[in-house]
C-alpha cells in the first residue's frame, strides 16, 4: 500500500504538469487526495509492529520531524524551481522526486513489511467496524480536529494577521512562518525524549504542551507586544506544539484496540483533514472582517478544547487497556 501510494504521487505530480485549466488540477489534486489517504494509517503500523516499544516514541519523533521540514522546505523547492524553469518542470521535478522515493521504499521492501494479527480458529467473525463504537476513538478524531484547526490558522493566516497587527514586511512575516515550522520540527526532536520517558502520560505531555502553545498563541494576537517579539512568541508556540507530537502520537497508540492500528489511525487521521478543510471556513470570516487578533485568540481557544479531549482520551484509554 505505501509502494501505491508513492506512485500515485508520482503519476499526480506528472499529470500536474501537463494541465490545462483549474478542472484538470481539480482533478490531480483529487488523484493526490487518494494516494495520501493510505499514507498515515500504513506507516503508523509499520512503526507500531516493527519498531521496539523502547524505541517507539523516538520514530514517531523522526517521522513528525521530517514531515515538518518537508513542509517548510516545499515552498522554496517549489518556488525555487518555478522561477527558474517554470511551475510545469517544478512538478516533474516533484514527480522525479517521488520516484526516487518509490525506488528506495521497494529496495528496502522487505524491513517495511508487517504482519496480520490471526484470529482463533473457530472464534467469532471479526466486525472490521467494531473499533468505531468505542468513544476512545472519536475523542481520538476530535483531538485532531480541534487542534488541526488551530494549526491551520498558522499556516493559512499568520502572515496576514502579523502585517496587519504588527506591521511587519511581508517577507519577516514569511520568515516567521518558516521559524515556526522549524521550531515545530525542533521541538518534534526533543519530544521524542519526552515521550520516551513518559510514555504512560502521553495524554497530560500533550495536554501541557498544547495548553502552552495556547497561551503564546493567544499572547501573539492580544496585540501587547511589538512586532519582534510578537514574531518570536509565534515561533515559540511550534516548539510547544512540536514537543507534543510524538507524545500525541504514544496517544492514540495507548487508544488503539489490539489488530486495528491501521484502521484506527486512519479513521483518527481523517480528523487532521477534516481540521485542515473547516478552519479556512469558520476563520476566514473573522479575517473577512478584519478581525485579527481575534483570529488567532479565537485560535488559542479552540485549542484549549483539544487539551480537555487529550485529557478525556487518556482518561478512556484505560477502558481499551482494560478490555
Known amino acids: 500500500l505505501l509502494l501505491a501510494s508513492m506512485a500515485i504521487f508520482v503519476l499526480a505530480c506528472a499529470l500536474a504538469s501537463l494541465a490545462n485549466g483549474y478542472a484538470a488540477l481539480l482533478g490531480v489534486a483529487v488523484l493526490a487526495g487518494l494516494g495520501n489517504a493510505a499514507f498515515h494509517p500504513v506507516d503508523f503500523t509499520i512503526m507500531n509492529q516493527r519498531v521496539s516499544p523502547l524505541r517507539l516514541g523516538h520514530a514517531f519523533s523522526v517521522h513528525g520531524l521530517t514531515g515538518n521540514l518537508g513542509w517548510a522546505a516545499a515552498p522554496l523547492f517549489f518556488a525555487s524551481l518555478s522561477s527558474l524553469y517554470g511551475w510545469r518542470n517544478a ?27 490471526q484470529r482463533q480458529a473457530g472464534g467469532a ?36 494577521i502579523l502585517q496587519a497587527i504588527h506591521h511587519v514586511s511581508f517577507e519577516a512575516a514569511t520568515l516567521t512562518l518558516t521559524a515556526y515550522m522549524l521550531c515545530t520540527a525542533g521541538g518534534m526532536f526533543l519530544g521524542g525524549f519526552v515521550a520516551a520517558r513518559w510514555p504512560m502520560h502521553s495524554d497530560r505531555v ?87 487578533g481575534l483570529t488567532l485568540v479565537g485560535g488559542a ?19 481499551v487497556k482494560n478490555s
Open 301 to 319: 481557544c479552540v485549542m484549549l478544547l483539544s487539551v480537555l479531549v487529550a485529557l478525556g482520551v487518556g482518561k478512556r484509554s484505560q477502558v
Open 125 to 160: 467473525p471479526e466486525d472490521r467496524l467494531a473499533f468505531m463504537r468505542l468513544p476512545v476513538v472519536w475523542w481520538c478524531f476530535a483531538f485532531f480536529f480541534f487542534s488541526t484547526m488551530t494549526l491551520a490558522i498558522v499556516q493559512t493566516f499568520s502572515v496576514s
Open 206 to 292: 500533550v495536554a501541557t504542551c498544547m495548553t502552552v502553545a495556547a497561551i503564546f498563541m493567544a499572547l501573539c494576537g492580544s496585540g501587547w507586544f511589538n512586532g519582534n517579539l510578537a514574531m518570536v512568541i509565534l515561533a515559540a508556540t511550534g516548539l510547544a506544539i512540536g514537543v507534543g507530537g510524538p507524545s500525541r502520537d504514544m496517544m492514540i497508540k495507548k487508544a488503539t484496540p489490539k489488530g486495528a492500528t491501521g484502521r484506527v489511525y486512519g479513521m483518527v487521521y481523517s480528523g487532521l483533514d477534516v481540521g485542515s478543510a473547516t478552519s479556512p471556513l469558520v476563520f476566514g470570516v473573522f479575517m473577512d472582517r478584519g478581525w485579527y
Open 91 to 117: 512538478y516533474l521535478a516533484a514527480a522525479a522526486l517521488y520516484l526516487a522515493i518509490l525506488g528506495l521504499l521497494y529496495l528496502q521492501r522487505d524491513r517495511l513489511s508487517t504482519r496480520v494479527v
